[in-house]
């Protein structure tokens, strides 16, 4: 045995600590002969299989005597095998790596189609990938369990093209891909979860979707590129959009967090439907508690003509529980307010409680229906069409240089000692 395959031999002994296969227990696929001939001539396992699956358990893929590079993979069963330094293939095609480990591996094809990964890990940073295809990929119950917080020390699961991850779990890992991309049923701490990329000003854009998972500790969704971003039925302490560009339709259903921060880049729509957004970071970092507006919902500025329609249904902004106690002094209207631009065509904010808002409209038609709070600001918006209905902002309406073609504020709440501004435009109560 080589110094280096020594040296990654301890150090995967070290680290192995779930039960299955390790190196001490795995047979180098060197001494599997019939497996080994098999696997690294495919016309040969055609032959002697045809269409069943090669099936191979317990082996050791290491880093000495076998060289696997621009090799095609086809229609094998992996089963409680270990990966180790770089493996890169030409294709996997039709293959099941399954309870599985890939610590520290550097594991590639330029093409994966019909690829199961189920109960695999990655025990610490790696690297997972398919270059030019990925087709019908999958990561279902997996862990990828980075060790170092350092996000230049993150690893990577990534493909060029189709990805699903189904009930699975890790932190310290960038989780994405650039073709339609699905998190279903997931749990992590600390992850990327940037999908799509941008290259020498060049953009592929992913299609994602986010169902039922929880993200603990940050899970930055941005800078991503996407052509649409579904969120449903999720949680975050932090949902980072991170100057996302989503050229179609983004919507938001069903979530809880902490907040939700950083406008997009860009969106045709945003819709956020049955959420709740708290407004303060829950987790301390050395004693300090991050504050954060309750919701971001925005597009960059020099983009906004390309967002057409918002629309704000059953949801609920303001502070947590327990921010008073710890930050009595911090907790200001910014931390504790929402940002909310309009739609160039329409703007519904529909059964919502918002406590503290800044409302940034140049909407052809507002509609503000069942909308609770204390304090609002529309300071320079220009609405063509701006109707409210039973909507109750207790203390305070800022009005001042909004412009409005036509008005119905019948359903206008006034209150004692509500305080609104008209300076500069020509709105008339």
């Not at 039709?94 to 189609?113: I, L, R």
């Not at 049955?274 to 004693?287: L, W």
Request: hydrophobic letters at 35%.
């Amino acid at each position: 045995m080589t110094t280096r395959r020594c040296f990654l031999a301890m150090l995967g002994m070290a680290s192995l600590t779930i039960t299955g296969c390790s190196r001490m227990t795995a047979k180098r696929i060197e001494d599997l002969p019939r497996e080994y001939a098999l696997l690294m001539n495919p016309e040969q396992r055609r032959a002697a299989l045809g269409d069943q699956r090669l099936k191979i358990s317990g082996a050791d893929f290491g880093v000495g005597g076998t060289d696997f590079y621009q090799k095609e993979w086809e229609s094998i069963h992996f089963y409680d095998c270990i990966f180790y330094g770089v493996v890169h293939l030409a294709r996997i095609r039709n293959c099941v790596f399954e309870h599985c480990q890939f610590p520290g591996s550097n594991f590639q094809a330029s093409s994966m189609e019909d690829v199961l990964f189920t109960q695999s890990d990655t025990l610490g940073e790696a690297y997972l990938m398919a270059g030019t295809v990925s087709k019908n990929v999958r990561f279902v119950e997996c862990d990828f369990g980075g060790k170092n917080p350092d996000p230049n020390h993150y690893g990577a699961i990534y493909f060029n093209q189709d990805v699903s991850y189904e009930r699975c779990t890790g932190q310290y890992m960038s989780v994405a891909g650039n073709g339609v991309v699905t998190y279903r049923d997931c749990r992590f701490e600390s992850v990327r979860v940037n999908n799509g990329e941008s290259i020498n000003g060049k953009r592929v854009y992913a299609t994602v979707s986010i169902e039922n998972c929880i993200f603990k500790s940050g899970a930055n969704l941005g800078p991503s590129y996407s052509t649409s971003l579904t969120i449903r039925n999720s949680k975050f302490d932090i949902l980072e959009i991170g100057l996302s560009d989503v050229q179609g339709d983004v919507l938001i259903e069903g979530v809880q967090a902490g907040a939700m921060t950083d406008m997009f880049a860009n969106a045709r729509s945003i819709t956020i439907r049955n959420s709740r957004f708290r407004g303060v970071n829950v987790n301390a970092e050395e004693n300090y508690y991050q504050l954060y507006r309750s919701l971001d919902c925005a597009v960059s500025p020099e983009n906004r003509k390309n967002l057409r329609s918002v629309v704000l249904e059953n949801v609920e902004c303001g502070r947590d529980d327990q921010s008073s106690r710890y930050l009595p002094k911090q907790v200001d209207d910014k931390t504790s307010g929402c940002w909310i631009m309009g739609g160039e065509d329409t703007t519904v904010i529909r059964n919502c409680t918002i406590p503290r808002a800044t409302y940034w409209f140049n909407s052809a038609n507002v509609l503000i229906d069942n909308l609770n709070g204390e304090k609002a600001t529309f300071v320079t918006s220009n609405i063509g069409s701006l109707s409210f209905r039973n909507t109750a902002i207790v203390k305070a309406i800022d009005f001042t240089g909004v412009q409005v073609q036509k008005l119905d504020a019948s359903g206008l709440v006034r209150y004692t000692g509500q305080q609104i501004a008209t300076k500069d435009s020509n709105i008339h109560l």
